[in-house]
Each structure stands twice: as structure tokens, then as C-alpha cells.
């Protein structure tokens, strides 16, 4: 067991230093500097995804794959069309209180780092979930999490404007006229999924492959295009930690699916005047809107009807989107290619227009440029400064 830390006050007095207390025991808090959050900020913006080298400590690793192998596991799409086949059965599982607890903590640095902002409901993906990946399974699909085919695809930055009350005339107004400024701004309100190693594996991003160490953590955005990767072992299942970080406007697409009738008759909400007040209160836009009804209640919009939860039958209906578009850029050599028409000396990564700051987050992105400058990407060649000449030396 770690032991207190103490400082004596003026009066010679011990007293406990509350700030290190604080911080969460499950993670390595320290590791996260700000140059770690501002790399991760520029990565998650330009490439779509970004990663935390060795974040969950080894203790708090060890407890979850514990959790994790004792969890009841449901079978979730691998390849598309061939989910009876016993190389694709890759499966799910919701985490325990240690999982869920691993998941705030990273929100908590993830909102630290502007690469999420309000619009992120927690509670709105339904908690963290454990992934396992059985000995010869194969590589999942490519395909991405969110439903941005059928959707409006928002911006990734900046803060959408001040909404006015659910169900009145400006509310209307200001729907019809913020389409156009927020198809024509990026805003901070694309979803994105949380990914935690608890073992050595790996990960498909734009049909490359990625190694990351036990710990890791990995965020990628919900239109980044990506795949799990296949189970090396012949013997032993790979475990991971997995989490929906949804928006209001963008949820996580979930339906009942060919098959799942039976399973899903028993939960089916079938008086209309619960369904209509439902609605209201199971939709994050709403004025009415409450979290205890949303956790207890799943809705298929494609049939139009309401479902109590059910933890496999949320895991069993979860589904996901193909496409071919590439949203984001491919880095070469290590870093993104260089922004063209930028002030030279200037890091064009944190311009305060692109995330409609607040004062608060100004300052942040200050200190993010300032990091940018010294060892991330905006250094070297890539600020370059004016030559003296003879004369001047």
C-alpha cells in the first residue's frame, strides 16, 4: 500500500497533501502531460485517433482481465454474414465496478485534452464493456461505429451554439439556421469510442495495423474506419476494455436484428401512451429527458418501438456502419503532412476559431501551441525561422 504524504505547515503541523489523494489510483495520472494531451488533441483531429502509451497501471490492468474472464460473454458481429462460424465468434460483456471507474478516469483526461466537450454523455453509451477475442478468430470487418451514412455528419471541434428550450419556436428557428453553420463549422460533437488493453493486441485503422502494449489506451473517432484485429493464439482469448462515447444528437446505433424476436418479445413496450411519453424522456434533446428512463428502456428506430434493457439484448443489437469514405489524413513518417497556407512560426494545429473556445480553454490552447512548438509537430523545418545573413552575424 502507497503511503500518505505529508507536509509540515508553518505551525509545525502534518498535513495531507489532499492534491495527490485526488488523483485516480487506477491510472497513470502523471504520465499525461500536457504535451502528451496536445499530441493526442492534433492526432484525434487529423488522423482520427489517438493513444495514451501505458496509462492503466498494472494492478488495475490485472484486476480488470480478472473481471473480464469471469464476466458472461454475448456474441457480437465479427465478419459481416458470417456470424455462426466458430472463427468469428467474438463476444461482449459488461465490465464491472473497476472498468467502469477505469472509463471516468479517461473521460475525465479526454475532456482535459478539448477532444471531447459537453456533448458527450457518458451515460448515453450505456457504460463500459469487456471484449474478447477467442484463440483462431479472425479479423473483424472494417467498418466504423457511429451511423454516419444515414446521419449528418458534424464537424469535430467547436462547441455547437447555445440551444434554446426543446419544443418552442426558436428552438425550430435555430435548427433550420444552424444546419447551415454547422455543416459549414467543425464542431466538437463527433462521438467517438474508447478501446483499453488489457493484453498485448492489436488494432486495424484505414487497413493498417497497429501494436499496442497491455494498458494502452486507444480513442478513435466514430467515423474512423477501423477493424479488430484477429486472436494470434490458438489457445488463449485476448481481452479488451470498450466504451460508446455518444453525443446527444448521435447515438449508438442499436436495433433488433434478424433472429432476435424471441429474445427481444419478452422486453417489447407494448402500450402506446408509455411509448409517447418514452419519447420525451428517453431523448437526450429533450427538455424531459431523463437518465433513469434512458438506462432502462432501449429504442429501435427503424420499427419505431421501445424495449426494457436488457444487457444481452443491448449487446445482441448493437450494430455498425460500412463505407468507403476516408475522413481523415494519413501521416507520413510519423507525422501529419504540413498545413498549407499557415503563417510561418505559427502552429496551425490549436487555432481558437477552430474550437469556438472559451476563455478558460483559450488558455489551454496556448499552452498547447506553446507545446506543439517545443517537441511535437510544429518543430524543426516545420517552423522555420529567418536566416541571418553575413552582415548580421
Known amino acids: 500500500m502507497q503511503q500518505m504524504r505529508h507536509k509540515k505547515t508553518a505551525r509545525g503541523r502534518l498535513e495531507i497533501n489532499r492534491t495527490w489523494m485526488q488523483q485516480p489510483l487506477e491510472l497513470n495520472v502523471g504520465h499525461v502531460t500536457d504535451k502528451e494531451l ?75 485534452g478539448l477532444i471531447i466537450g459537453d456533448e458527450h454523455v457518458v451515460g448515453l453509451g450505456r457504460g463500459a464493456t469487456y471484449l474478447q477475442t477467442p484463440p483462431k478468430c479472425v479479423q473483424q470487418s472494417t467498418h466504423v461505429d457511429f451511423d454516419f451514412v444515414t446521419l449528418r455528419r458534424p464537424g469535430r471541434r467547436c462547441v455547437p451554439r447555445c440551444q434554446p428550450p426543446y419544443g418552442s419556436l426558436n428552438y425550430f428557428l435555430f435548427l433550420y439556421f444552424s444546419y447551415f453553420w454547422i455543416n459549414a463549422s467543425k464542431c466538437r460533437e463527433v462521438p467517438v469510442s474508447v478501446w483499453v488493453a488489457l493484453q ?61 424476436a424471441d429474445l427481444a418479445t419478452p422486453f417489447r413496450v407494448a402500450d402506446p401512451k408509455v411509448a409517447k411519453e418514452l419519447h420525451e424522456t428517453t431523448y437526450p434533446c429533450s427538455q424531459k429527458f431523463d437518465m433513469g428512463s434512458f438506462r432502462s428502456h432501449l429504442y429501435d428506430p427503424v420499427t419505431n418501438t421501445f424495449y426494457r434493457f436488457d ?52 488558455t489551454v490552447l496556448c499552452d498547447f501551441r506553446r507545446q506543439c512548438k517545443t517537441g511535437i509537430y510544429c518543430q524543426g523545418t516545420r517552423t522555420l525561422k529567418r536566416l541571418r545573413t553575413e552582415d548580421e552575424l
Open 38 to 112: 496536445a499530441k493526442a488533441n492534433i492526432d484525434h483531429h487529423l488522423r482520427g485517433w489517438c493513444s495514451f502509451e501505458g496509462l492503466v497501471l498494472p494492478v488495475t490492468r490485472r484486476d480488470m482481465l480478472s473481471e473480464a474472464k469471469s464476466s458472461h460473454f454475448v456474441t457480437i458481429f465479427n465478419r459481416l454474414g458470417h456470424n455462426k462460424s466458430a472463427m468469428d465468434s467474438r463476444s461482449a460483456a459488461k465490465a464491472g465496478a473497476r472498468g467502469e471507474q477505469v472509463l471516468a478516469d479517461i473521460v475525465s483526461i479526454l475532456r482535459r
Open 200 to 260: 498485448d493486441c492489436s488494432l486495424y485503422f484505414e487497413g493498417a495495423k497497429h501494436q499496442f502494449k497491455a494498458g494502452d489506451v486507444v480513442v478513435f473517432a466514430g467515423d474512423m474506419r477501423h477493424a479488430g484485429a484477429e486472436c494470434d493464439s490458438a489457445t488463449e482469448a485476448t481481452y479488451r476494455l470498450f466504451a460508446y462515447l455518444p453525443t446527444r444528437n448521435i447515438p449508438v446505433p442499436w436495433q433488433v436484428k434478424d433472429g432476435m
Open 311 to 362: 444487457m444481452q439484448l443491448w449487446l445482441s443489437g448493437l450494430t455498425t456502419q460500412t463505407t468507403s469514405k476516408c475522413s481523415y489524413a494519413t501521416y507520413v513518417d510519423g507525422a501529419p503532412p504540413l498545413i498549407p497556407h499557415h503563417k510561418v512560426g505559427k502552429c496551425p494545429h490549436f487555432d481558437p476559431h477552430d474550437f469556438n473556445a472559451t476563455k478558460h480553454e483559450k
